[in-house]
């Protein structure tokens, strides 16, 4: 028999909230975390703002032993630790005992590149005949399952502890994984999510393709435009999102809190075929990825109230609504609601998936849908395909039962997974 | 103070950024093995190292670290770097 799978804990650390009530405060109200970047004016980046954790508010002790806080430079290890524990302590469960791990506890966390600013010092020292004075931290600081290990270790964690990667999906297939481990029956709970690092050395490679916005240096918070007919890139992010997934019979066995069900997830390939490219999907893939995660939750196409969308700000968004629209059989005012939370905090790269799937469920716990932030100006073509009262400009009081959200990343991957309040029944 | 105390000192402080929670600083002694004992994890001796070269101009070898298993151990072959170089 098939396990039930539940949510049981949230931790997050995004540009614009560090911790569950700050960013469901900053999400509710449409708070930017996007700021100018000194470093990358100085740089001499087209695009010189982003969003980033604010972690000098927080006490990294609490996160970090003194031994692992020397010399700890990987921003990406910083936030995922964050949100992991934080996540691991919002379920109510504890690290296992120092004798044994606890074998029924796993951990997905992924990544996409982990620790650069470290990466860069040893790569100096290499270069320069001194490999001998990098340190000992790091390997374990610029691998990339450094952020699972290093969660793996602190809540000692025995069934499966791995990182995955497959770019702007990662969070969200993270999830997935996770799910379908529990639902299989191989772990009990998982700890599933993302993380990315901030700084030149991750975003400079967007920067030098000329996709993130160069106008919005003086007005960085209305730079990141999802759905807008003036958005013209997305604008580069760093953080972590943490979901603790568990079967539902280990939930109510120990009597904790339910955020939402997980009832279906898929992730699926366009091979970069037809349309799709290293950079750019394959529309029939990413309908079929949306229409296989209805069909694997085991609900109708109409049942679902609301979407968080991956859209970035880029000049595909249209294109991803009308994707949603084919794969749903809905269009016009019958169109579900839809968000994106990047108009607030940027494109958070790997941690992307991840930061919204925790926004997508706290809707669920604060009875509410998210407004997008400026997109007064929708885009003409995603007029044709829904009406725009599918696209609230503020946040609103509303109860959904069933929500969507889709994650789509380069190497043409798609993610989609379908969350439900929780029922008994 | 001598030169010596002074450096058994400043070793000390040292080694104990590199402890682990539950053990004081006030556990080492010259005695100490610093994994054995002190339950410094193996990696981190590296780390050690190369804190005691910046802190006293010196070069340690691979094999001066494989030696340095005690508190007293280290303080030897720092004595030894030290007076080579004068």
Redesign the interface.
């Known amino acids: 028999m098939e396990n039930r799978v539940v949510i049981t804990g949230l931790g997050v650390c995004a540009p614009n909230g560090i911790g569950l009530s700050n960013f469901g405060e900053a999400l509710s109200h449409g708070q930017s975390g996007i700021r100018f970047q000194k470093d990358l004016n100085r740089l001499n980046f087209s695009c010189q703002i982003a969003g980033s954790p604010n972690i000098e508010e927080i006490d990294l002790n609490k996160y970090f032993s003194k031994v692992q806080l020397r010399g700890l430079e990987a921003s990406g290890l910083i936030y995922g630790v964050i949100a992991g524990k934080d996540a691991w302590s919002d379920s109510g469960l504890a690290p296992a005992k120092d004798d044994a791990p606890d074998w029924e506890s796993g951990v997905v966390f992924g990544t996409g590149m982990l620790g650069v600013e470290r990466f860069r010092n040893a790569i100096y020292a290499v270069d320069a005949g001194n490999v001998r004075r990098s340190g000992s931290t790091t390997v374990i600081q610029t691998m990339a399952s450094g952020i699972s290990a290093y969660l793996g270790g602190m809540l000692g964690c025995g069934n499966q502890v791995t990182t995955n990667s497959s770019a702007c999906t990662t969070g969200t297939e993270a999830l997935i994984m996770g799910y379908e481990r529990i639902k299989l029956g191989k772990a009990s709970r998982m700890l599933v999510g993302s993380c990315s690092d901030s700084g030149p050395y991750i975003w400079g490679g967007f920067d030098a393709m000329r996709i993130l916005p160069n106008s919005y240096n003086d007005n960085p918070e209305e730079a990141s435009r999802p759905m807008s007919a003036s958005a013209t890139g997305f604008v580069p992010g760093s953080g972590a999102g943490a979901l603790v997934l568990e079967s539902l019979e280990s939930a109510l066995e120990r009597n904790a809190k339910i955020y939402a069900e997980v009832i279906g997830g898929v992730v699926n390939s366009g091979g970069q075929r037809a349309e799709g490219s290293m950079t750019a999907p394959n529309s029939r893939a990413v309908q079929a990825c949306i229409r296989s995660a209805v069909k694997n939750a085991g609900i109708a196409p109409g049942e679902i109230e609301v979407i968080n969308g991956h859209l970035t700000a880029t000049t595909k968004d249209p294109l991803e609504i009308e994707n949603w629209s084919s794969a749903l059989g809905r269009k016009g005012k019958d169109f579900p609601f839809i968000n994106s939370f990047k108009g607030m905090f940027g494109h958070c790269l790997a941690a992307a998936g991840s930061i919204e799937c925790v926004g997508t469920v706290l809707q669920f716990e604060r009875q509410q849908v998210f407004g997008n932030v400026n997109c007064a100006d929708i885009h003409p073509e995603i007029l044709k395909t829904i009406h725009k009262s599918c696209i609230p400009q503020k946040s609103f009081s509303y109860s959904p039962k069933i929500m969507a959200k889709a994650s789509f990343g380069f190497g043409d991957v798609n993610a989609c997974v379908i969350f439900k309040a929780y029922s008994k029944n | 103070m001598s030169e010596k105390e002074k450096r058994y000192e400043e070793l000390k402080e040292i080694v104990a950024?590199?402890?682990?929670?539950d053990v004081p600083s006030q556990s080492i002694s010259l005695e100490s093995h610093f994994i054995n004992e002190l339950n410094i994890?193996s990696?981190?001796?590296?780390?050690i190292v190369?804190d005691v070269e910046d802190a006293f101009d010196i070069m340690l070898e691979n094999e001066d670290m494989d030696k340095m298993t005690t508190v007293q151990e280290a303080l030897r072959i720092i004595d030894l770097k030290i007076d080579n170089k004068s």
């Open positions: 950024n590199y402890l682990p929670e994890n990696a981190n001796l590296v780390d190369l």
